[in-house]
């Protein structure tokens, strides 16, 4: 009995958590909706384990129990991710991508200028590139809170001097937050954003002052132009099948490796491919990182980026390559 109350707490919290984020309503209302929650949850573990309680009464809570939970569940998996809702200006578009042969060209590259973390001049672009003159990719972390907590991006770069960045972001609508909680419980589409480095780099080192790193990454030409198709094969499918974004299990890192899984089915699973803050690690214990003879800490410390307070927009890119005190 205890083993069953304690499975419906938890499946009552899940709904509550879920009715919080979904309720077009104002707080005061969702209030008043968890404390109601609360109180059916509280009134029906009563029964189950007051010796005043008839069988009958018990099986007829049971019996509602059970109903209004798969009325919740019906109504959970009749949720459907979209592609046309009125989304946030920086993702109003998602990258699609067109491969001849050796060529490849982006449409939907986004190319913002950014004052600060709010006011931008918008700009989205086509680019064509050649999978030949792929010459590195990089890995790069944004830190805002924890430690633990980073989001993660994949740059690729070309002998021309270019760099093309792919993240797996959330798709907000207009007027929406993130919320890493919200994250659970399909507040959010997943969106592939394809930027340039003076885009969506210098919008985490500068206008919101995150702590940024670039970890180059110790692979041979073949596997990032895997990579990079990878990368255009999901963008691609996203922008034709929406999905929806999940904090824990379809996230910036997960996609990540998702996407390394196709290309190495043996790569291992471990727990930093959550906890992202710490994928760098990861990649330096599998020896994937370049100068991995180092230890971590002066690889870590290279890899730091300071915010770039004064450039032409087209130097970001050298810029930030540029050794440190340079």
């Known amino acids: ?78 949720m459907k991710p979209s592609l046309t809702r009125d989304w946030a200006a920086d993702v109003q578009h ?26 931008f ?15 590195s990719v990089d890995v ?29 972001e959330i798709r907000k609508k207009k007027g929406q937050e993130f919320s890493s909680l919200g994250g659970f419980f399909r507040s959010f589409e997943l969106a592939m954003i394809a930027a340039e480095e003076r885009d969506i780099v210098y919008l985490r080192t500068n206008a919101r002052d995150e702590r940024v790193y670039r970890y180059p990454v110790d692979v041979d030409q073949e596997l990032m132009q895997a990579m990079l198709l990878k990368y255009i094969e999901k963008a691609n499918d996203l922008a034709r099948n929406p999905a929806f974004y999940n904090t824990l299990t379809s996230n910036c890192t997960t996609v990540v490796f998702d996407l390394v899984r196709l290309l ?17 690690e990861f990649l330096y214990d599998n020896e994937l990182l370049m100068n991995s003879d180092l230890p971590f800490s002066e690889i870590q410390q290279r890899a730091l980026l300071t915010p770039v307070r004064s450039m032409e927009r087209e130097q970001f890119s050298t810029v930030i390559r540029q050794p440190a005190g340079t």
């Open 1 to 78: 009995m205890f083993a069953w109350a304690s499975l419906c707490s938890m499946i009552v919290l899940w709904a509550a958590m879920a009715l919080w984020f979904h309720l077009q309503v104002g707080q005061t209302i969702k209030i008043c909706v968890m404390a109601l929650t609360a109180l059916v949850l509280a009134a029906y573990i009563s029964v189950l384990f007051s010796p005043r309680s008839s069988s009958q009464l018990i099986s007829f809570s049971n019996v509602a129990f059970i109903c209004l939970g798969s009325l919740f569940l019906v109504s959970w998996f009749s």
């Open 94 to 119: 998602t990258v699609t991508a067109d491969v001849q042969g050796d060529e490849v060209t982006f449409h939907n590259i986004r190319d913002f200028t950014w004052n600060d973390s709010r006011i």
């Open 121 to 135: 001049v918008p700009r989205w672009k086509s680019g064509t590139y050649r999978l030949s003159e792929l010459n």
């Open 140 to 168: 790069i972390l944004s830190y805002w809170t924890h430690p633990a907590i980073a989001h993660t991006l994949i740059s690729f770069g070309f002998a021309d001097g270019r760099h093309l960045v792919f993240s797996a």
């Open 264 to 280: 190495e089915p043996g790569f291992p699973f471990d727990y930093r491919i959550l906890l992202s803050g710490y994928l760098p």
